[in-house]
């Protein structure tokens, strides 16, 4: 997926472990995880909103756009 | 969807999983001992037959309607045991997934193969039944009536049902995915 998720960058800076972001912002660790390893389909305004304030980031310092070229088949 | 809901639904999906697992033994069962008392039978249990029947009739020519009866019996038993699955997977509390969306397919497909295989044996049977009488008094039935176009159409809605499940299930699968 192009949109990767920088959260442990973030997190290791601020030196938070992920079960406590996960209990200050109020979503389970599970659905954290889900997050930081890429497998969110949609995040929603009102959970980034809460990391960005819990990490003290901007929505940049978490989410980046990496377009990836399709690797050639071979055969 | 509450606890109590839930519970309601696993309850009475338990009960339908037994009840179309007890099926598929009784409906073999019983279609192995019907036709092996075929030439015993009260003359009302042969209504459903495609021609007149002289009873009694050979081993063989039972032996042949049984293995082209198997055909029809077998889709039905194909159908239920999909349905024994769906309702084993709504007891376990899962409802939309690629599992109940495919259990949904097989019983489309099965009501109206159903009704191809249960046409094809009475073609069959009433050949079979009548090859023993003279010439000139030997039949071959198609029967294709209303009722078989309607399952027909029944059973292409519940293939429709199951793509729009489908939908339903990538909806929640993405929804399990939002953060």
């Known amino acids: 997926m192009p949109i990767i998720i920088n959260l442990d960058v973030m997190l290791a800076r601020r030196k938070m472990r992920s079960n406590e972001l996960a209990r200050r912002i109020g979503i389970t660790e599970q659905n954290l995880s889900i997050l930081k390893n890429g497998r969110a389909k949609a995040v929603r305004f009102s959970t980034l909103e809460a990391i960005c304030r819990e990490l003290d980031c901007q929505p940049g310092d978490i989410l980046a756009f990496e377009e990836k070229e399709e690797e050639p088949t071979t055969t | ?179």
């Open chain 2, 1 to 179: 969807m509450t606890d109590d809901r839930v519970q309601k639904i696993q309850k009475t999906s338990r009960r339908f999983r037994l009840l179309f697992g007890g099926l598929l033994v009784v409906i073999p069962a019983v279609n192995v001992l019907f036709w092996l008392g075929f030439n015993h039978l009260p003359p009302g249990f042969l209504d459903g037959m495609p021609v007149v029947i002289a009873r009694p009739l050979p081993f063989w020519v039972l032996a042949s309607v049984f293995l082209v009866n198997l055909l029809p019996v077998g889709v039905a038993m194909y159908g239920m045991a999909a349905l024994r699955k769906l309702f084993g997977l709504y007891e376990r509390g899962i409802i939309f997934s690629a599992e109940t969306v495919a259990c949904f397919r097989r019983l489309g497909w099965s009501v109206i193969l159903w009704v191809l295989a249960s046409t094809l044996f009475q073609t069959a049977a009433s050949v079979l039944f009548t090859l023993g009488n003279p010439p000139g008094q030997k039949q071959l039935v198609i029967q294709f009536s209303s009722n078989h176009l309607a399952v027909i159409i029944a059973g292409g809605i519940v293939i429709l049902i199951a793509r729009i499940m489908d939908q339903g299930r990538m909806l929640q699968d993405e929804q399990a995915l939002t953060v």
